[in-house]
Structure formats: structure tokens, C-alpha cells
T-cell receptor
């Protein structure tokens, strides 16, 4: 399997612009996660989906952030409008099912810089 | 109660030495404790994991020690190598209604000097 695929790998955008990050989870995985990684806050869970349905979005920082999963093979994380403090690495990850011992498989991340 | 506290923040070890990273948790509902390894420019990847019904798990040079009563667990890397230089995250996971939750520690940046 190709693993979790994210795009773009790097994005530099100006403050106020809309940013859309994309993710293709591993085929057959029921769970999809969006994480954000920064030096200050470490690895934060933003939102996760089960069978395309958002289950917990309590980690989404504010209304400027939104995530969708229109089908089992695609998800987006959108930031509108973007701000410099959104600069971070955003990881998409997927997992097989709800068993707590399941491995979470991470993509290689989308490196976002907002100037 | 959902936090996982990890220390140290960074660690420098000589080649051949032992690297030790510690983690502590509060919530006794956690039932799975994985460690993830992250190389620069890559996403975290599962390294080794343990359940609270055992006190130790070893895979090659990597060992998890688990102390259920103290709610602490640690990663030991024996004979540390420069290729082990990476960021290590401990985590705690539990099943939950409709899914499961994994909480990550803040990470430890390990540098192994050749």
C-alpha cells in the first residue's frame, strides 16, 4: 500500500488567503485523523472521522478551520482566512478500526507557512 | 487527566550508550501505550507498544518498561546509534464510544553522537 498520501507537501501563502490541505487515507481504514505539529504545542489532534463522519472536532482551534471527508478515500482541511500563527506541519493519519491497540499511520505532512 | 507528560524535552547520548525517555499519565482508562518515532521531514511511525498487563516489552534494542501503580512508562534504547537520532513520542490510547482516542506526549528530541 502507498500509505497515507498528503498534498501539498509544502505551502507558503499570504495572511488572509484560503489554504486547503488534502489527504488520501490507507484503503480500508475506517478512521481518519488530522493533527497539527508545532514546536510550542507538540502534536495536537484537530479532528477525527469514523466512516467519513466527524466524531470529535474539539481540537479545531477556531471557526477558521474546517474539515470534510466526502468519501472514504479523501479528506480536506481548510483554513480560511489563514494567519501567521497557523504556520505548522499538518499531518493526516488513518487507522483500521476502533480497537485502541490499532496503529495510527501518518502521512509525511503538509508544511504550511503563512507570511 | 487526558495529558501524557513526557521528559526530557531533548537528549544527547554517546554512541553505544543507553537512551531513556520517561512518560507519565493520569487516566487509568488508557489501555494501550505506543511509542512513535519521527525522523526529520517525515511523519511519526509506530516503534513499539505495550499493554498495562505486562511490565516490560522488548523488541531488539528497544524496551518499554511499564509501572502500572505509578502510572509511568519509559522507553530504553540500548546501544544507541546515530541512526536512532529522531524525535520520540510516547502516547496513551483508550477505546471510546464511537471510536478511540490517542493522546501524545510532547516529544523528546534524541541526538546520538558518533
Amino acid at each position: 500500500d502507498a500509505g497515507v498520501i498528503q498534498s501539498p507537501r509544502h505551502e507558503v501563502t499570504e495572511m488572509g488567503q484560503e489554504v486547503t490541505l488534502r489527504c488520501k487515507p490507507i484503503s480500508g481504514h475506517d478512521y481518519l485523523f488530522w493533527y497539527r505539529q508545532t514546536m510550542m504545542r507538540g502534536l495536537e489532534l484537530l479532528i477525527y472521522f469514523n466512516n467519513n463522519v466527524p466524531i470529535d472536532d474539539s481540537g479545531m482551534p477556531e471557526d477558521r478551520f474546517s474539515a470534510k471527508m466526502p468519501n472514504a478515500s479523501f479528506s480536506t482541511l481548510k483554513i480560511q482566512p489563514s494567519e501567521p500563527r497557523d504556520s505548522a506541519v499538518y499531518f493526516c493519519a488513518s487507522s483500521l478500526d476502533s480497537y485502541s491497540g490499532n496503529t495510527i499511520y501518518f502521512g509525511e505532512g503538509s508544511w504550511l507557512t503563512v507570511v | 487527566q487526558q495529558q501524557v507528560k513526557q521528559s526530557p524535552q531533548s537528549l544527547i547520548v554517546q554512541k553505544g550508550g543507553i537512551s531513556i525517555i520517561n512518560c507519565a499519565y493520569e487516566n487509568t482508562a488508557f489501555d494501550y501505550f505506543p511509542w512513535y518515532q519521527q525522523f526529520p521531514g517525515k511523519g511519526p511511525a509506530l516503534l513499539i507498544a505495550i499493554r498495562p498487563d505486562v511490565s516490560e516489552k522488548k523488541e531488539g534494542r528497544f524496551t518499554i518498561s511499564f509501572n502500572k501503580s505509578a502510572k509511568q512508562f519509559s522507553l530504553h534504547i540500548m546501544d544507541s546509534q546515530p541512526g536512532d537520532s529522531a524525535t520520540y513520542f510516547c502516547a496513551a490510547s483508550m477505546g471510546d464510544t464511537g471510536g478511540f482516542k490517542t493522546i501524545f506526549g510532547a516529544g523528546t528530541r534524541l541526538f546520538v553522537k558518533a
